[in-house]
């Protein structure tokens, strides 16, 4: 069980676009749709922003989306705002009731 | 609104076993939904620990196996962690979580996290 890799550290400047990639095999990203991402910001729990490569839970703002292709996914957060500075984590199953994480990305808005 | 909320000793001394448990309030721990511990080493990524059904059923991280049981009190609607045989690389924020496992996979609700620190 490897982590996923993910960029360390992503950026923007307030109303801009970024998009943050969570790099997996043939195996975890790109065998299952089951890719989520979570947003922690210091000090707090991680909380849940996106679900099967690319659903929102309630309340999450469709500024947040998700894709993939390959053995790649990606969160695009749309403009951006301060309060979405943060670090982010990609998790995906692996098969046999395993699931992997990415190493996280920091985001900053700048 | 469901919470959890981890409870435990927040220092272990290298060698010995260290114990967690996660309170489920405002929902039951019987609702078909799955249960599982994530950790978080200071400053660094999260690691999936393990998932475990409220009827036992029970799945590990395989580099954390040998050392890995959770095990769930539905007549106390919580479920722990024993982690034995710890090291300083043990040292972690714990955090436990509940698991979507049917037809999906994702981890919706957080306990607040508990620092566990290895030390002698």
């Known amino acids: 069980q490897s982590a996923l890799t993910q960029p360390p550290s992503a950026s923007g400047s307030p109303g801009q676009s970024v998009t943050i990639s969570c790099t997996g095999t043939?195996?975890?990203?790109?065998?299952?749709?089951?890719v989520s991402w979570y947003q922690q910001h210091p000090g707090k729990a991680p909380k849940l922003m996106i679900y099967?490569?690319?659903k929102r839970p309630s309340g999450v703002p469709d500024r947040f989306s998700g894709s993939k292709s390959g053995n790649t996914a990606s969160l695009t957060v749309s403009g951006l705002q301060a309060e979405d500075e943060a670090d982010y984590y990609c998790?995906?199953?692996?098969?046999?009731?395993?699931?992997?994480f990415g190493g996280g990305t920091k985001l900053t808005v700048l | 609104q469901l919470q959890l909320q981890e409870s435990g000793p927040g220092l272990v001394k290298p060698s010995e076993t260290l114990s967690l448990t996660c309170t489920v309030s405002?929902?039951?721990?019987?609702?078909?939904?799955?249960w599982g511990w994530i950790r978080q080493p200071p400053g660094k990524g999260l690691e999936w620990i393990g998932t475990?059904?409220?009827?036992?059923?029970?799945f590990y991280n395989p580099s954390l196996k040998s050392r890995v049981t959770i095990s769930v009190d539905t007549s106390k609607n919580q479920f722990s962690l024993k982690l034995t045989s710890v090291t300083a690389a043990d040292t972690a924020v714990y955090y436990c979580?509940?698991?979507?496992?049917?037809?999906?996979?994702?981890?919706?609700?957080w306990g607040q996290g508990t620092l566990v620190t290895v030390s002698s």
């Open positions: 998790n995906s199953y692996e098969g046999s009731n395993n699931w992997v």
């Open positions: 099967e490569v690319s």
């Open positions: 475990t059904s409220y009827g036992g059923n029970t």
């Open positions: 405002g929902g039951s721990i019987n609702s078909g939904y799955y």
């Open positions: 043939s195996s975890d990203v790109g065998a299952y749709n089951y």
């Open positions: 979580v509940r698991q979507e496992y049917s037809g999906s996979y994702f981890y919706d609700y």
